[in-house]
């Protein structure tokens, strides 16, 4: 850990430039005891604070100060140099000092900033600050689920606020912090929202920065893509294939499961499928296409189950570890703590 009461930064900072950074607005109290040294931002705040929430803090007050090197001291204060972003400072002091967005988010209902759980979760992972680590794995998870009871193809996300570039942001979230158990949901929302251009080429954020990914995620969503929709009319909606053999030789159930597949899958050339059918429910419409009650019993019954099947499987459509092994990942991660 890159953390060091009296180790100048590995930039070879000078006196002049550690008294130079911007002091921030919303934390920098008078009576503070510490300076913490984020990029180019100060942060004037309590050595009381900082202990009572992270571990790491703790264990590093209670050893013996040492004496304070020229230049690592601002207003009597020592600085603690960090090699993190100042912006995800800004959130988790707030998180220490006021717990406004805790507040809000949890008794006003309102979806979560990504940046706001993207700190808690690197710093909290960082410094050992076991209650935003928890916030912040349980937000991500009902977000982005691993299991398919969990999952809602409508939920864009929530509780976190969506913005275009949010799968494409939270995916880098997952391969900093090693949560990679949220990355096949991530995977199938962008396949389901997110033209092949915007994959290989990027999304702009509100504030005109590229969010874009790696090569490699590029091609393991492109290549899970095309595997969904090979599997979707032989899993999911086997029941409609108009090859699938039905104990029930009506004409009419024969016409309305063809009518479906068509209608999902056009007759010719066959039309791209919607994905998200995957994992959506029955359609209630369908039942009303002509079946009789035990054709839909038996198309339910394999919507249902191929739904299952096709979940199970998706991580090693994106060429990822199956569901156990990127489990197990975060319980071994936790159990670290
Ligand atoms: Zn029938």
Redesign the pocket.
Known sequence: MNLALTQRPSSGATHSNITSPTRSTDFWFNDGSVVLHAESCLFRVHHSILSMHSEIFRGMFSLPQPAAADGDVVEGCLVVHLHDRAVDWTHVLEAFYSGRHIRKQRFENKPWPFPVVAAYLRLSTKYEIRYLRTEAQKLLSIAFPSDLDSFDIDNHGKPIAHYSALYFDAIALARETGRLCILPAIYFFICCSCEVREVSEGIKRADGTLSTLTVQEQQAILRGRRLLVEKLPQETLYGMLPSTE?D?Y?KS?ERARTHIYHNLFGIHPPHEPDISLAFRTWNREWDNEG??S??RQECNRYHDMGGGWMWDLLPWMFGLPEWGDLLWDEVLTDSEE
Do not use: D, E, I
């Open positions: 039905f029930c009506k159930c079946m009789c035990s054709c």
